[in-house]
Every structure is written in C-alpha cells, then in structure tokens.
C-alpha cells in the first residue's frame, strides 16, 4: 500500500507547531508580566486576544472557555500547512481526507454543543423539526455543512498549488528561450512566481485559516440557546 | 477528439465561477457602503461580509471541483 504525501506532511506540520509551542512556552514563562511585551510574545498575545474575542462575540462565556484553545490550534495548524508550499513541500490541505477530518471534528462539535444546550429530548426533537418528515432534509442539510466546509478549505488551496505549478512550468519554457543560463535556470520563475506565491499561499493560507475558524463559530454560535 | 470535448466541459464548469465573481464584488460592495454609513459597526460587517462571501464562495468551489474530476478522473 502507498500511502499519500499528505502522512508526512501533516506530521511535519505537527512537529513543526509542536517545536513552535515549546519555544513559545519558554518565551512565555521568561516574560516579566510588567514589562512591555515584544517579538513573538507581542504577537501571541495580539493573535490569543483576537480568538478570544472572535469565540466570545459569537458564543457566550462559558462555551468559550473550552472553545478557544481549540479555535487556536486549528487555525494555527490550518494556517502552518496552507504556507507548506513555500518550503517546496506538497500542503496537506490541498489534500480532501485532511480537510475533511477537520470539518468533521467541527460537526461533531455542533452537535455536542446543539445537544448540551437542548438536552437529550430537545435534541433528538430537533431532527424532526418543525414535522416528521423533514427529518431527510435535517440529515442533508448537517452532511452539506461537512461538505461544504472541507471542500471550501480543499479546494482553494488545491487551485492555488494547481495554479502555481502550472505558472512554473510555464514560466520555464519561456526561459528556455534565453540562449546560455535559460536551459538549466528558471530565470523567469524566479523573478515572477515570489509575487504570485505570497498571494496565492500568504494571503490566500490566512483567509481560509480566518474563514474556517470563522463559520466554526458561528456554526457552534447558532445552536446555542440565547444567541 | 474525447479529450477536446473533455477540456471543454471542464472549461464550461469553471464558467459557474463568473457570477460568483460578480455577486461577491457585491458584497465587498454593501460592507464598505454600509461601514461608511456606520463605521462603529465595523467589525461586526467586516466579519459577516467574509462569512457570507465565504458561504457563497461555495457555489465556485463546487464548480472547479467539478472541473477537477472531469480533468482528473475522466480524463486520466
């Protein structure tokens, strides 16, 4: 059995956040709590007040306080295997199972929420609202959140590599043009595909991660009670 | 002469993408509006205007996804 790229790359990512965390931590503890905050402590800070606020406004206090760390780690792992493609490494986004693992850990966490806030009773009532019969299009419109959600992720982010390799290639028979260095250097790539690269894995890594994390919230936002 | 008709379908799918394109400039359009008629609601319409662009930015996923199994698995 071959097994996919995306085995490795998903558990270079891990390493990688896990190496990411410990230097944080230590950052972290070092840090005097008066003194003003700089580096990569000001921006843990920024990015952990962000989140919390974002978790807060969509859910209430007490969802929250389980809610958030888990917002954090999935968006920085969505955000650290989107920008994959800049080390030469395939991303595991841009591969349907892992996105769809996290989709899936999103729906299972709608339902705990929806289940927690209704009760055992409500819930269950809840699949056949407002009749009995509406208890096909209640399954359908839970399965077109998984869909939807992974292939979002999925597919903006396999576009993006698609595009980039296809651009590479591209610009590389026309280096070919170039009569001494173009043979062996992709002349052209170099210049042109930096500019393209902070679009399509910057830029476009940071607004999935966003969006994602984003329709989580809000999704778990809509089934509790009060909101 | 199949895989002209195939690159072709896969073209015709990634057409769905335009009004995506189009609806979702609208809604750049209506969140700057209305910022500048309220700018104190700023967060709030900066984060439901990428919801909503995001959500309707299904419509295009499903199309080149479409497009992606029609190169990919009909035509391989």
């Known amino acids: 059995m071959k097994l996919q790229t995306a085995v490795f790359t998903v558990i270079i990512v891990t390493v990688a956040m896990a190496a990411l965390l410990f230097y944080i931590n230590k950052k972290l503890k070092d840090f005097d709590p008066l003194s003003e905050p700089k580096g990569i402590v000001l921006l843990v800070i920024m990015y952990a007040q962000m989140i919390d606020k974002m978790v807060k406004e969509k859910t209430n206090d007490e969802v929250a306080t389980y809610l958030t760390p888990y917002i954090m780690s999935v968006a920085a792992f969505i955000f650290l295997s989107n920008i994959l493609g800049l080390f030469a490494l395939e991303t595991p986004t841009s591969n349907l199972s892992v996105t769809l693992v996290l989709a899936a850990v999103t729906c299972i966490l709608i339902e705990f929420y929806s289940a927690k806030a209704r009760g055992a009773k409500g819930y269950i009532k809840s699949w056949f609202e407002p009749m009995a019969p509406f208890v096909i299009l209640n399954i359908m419109s839970k399965l077109s959140t998984l869909l939807s959600l992974s292939l979002r992720l999925f597919g903006n982010i396999l576009s993006g590599g698609i595009l980039m390799s296809v651009i590479y290639q591209m610009l590389g028979s026309i280096s070919r043009m170039i009569p001494v260095i173009g043979a062996k250097f992709n002349i052209f790539g170099v210049l042109i595909a930096p500019v393209l690269h902070f679009y399509f894995d910057l830029f476009s890594g940071v607004m999935q991660a966003f969006i994602f994390i984003t329709l989580t919230t809000s999704f778990i936002g809509k089934e509790l009670p009060n909101k | ?76």
């Open chain 2, 1 to 76: 002469m199949e895989k002209a008709l195939m690159a072709f379908a896969a073209a015709m799918c990634v057409c769905g993408g335009c009004v995506t394109g189009i609806m979702e400039g609208k809604v750049a359009v209506q969140a700057v509006e209305s910022i500048g008629k309220n700018p104190d609601a700023a967060d709030k319409i900066q984060s439901m205007a990428i919801v909503g662009a995001a959500i309707s930015e299904t419509c295009a996923i499903y199309c080149l996804l479409v497009a992606f199994l029609i190169i990919f698995i009909l035509g391989a």
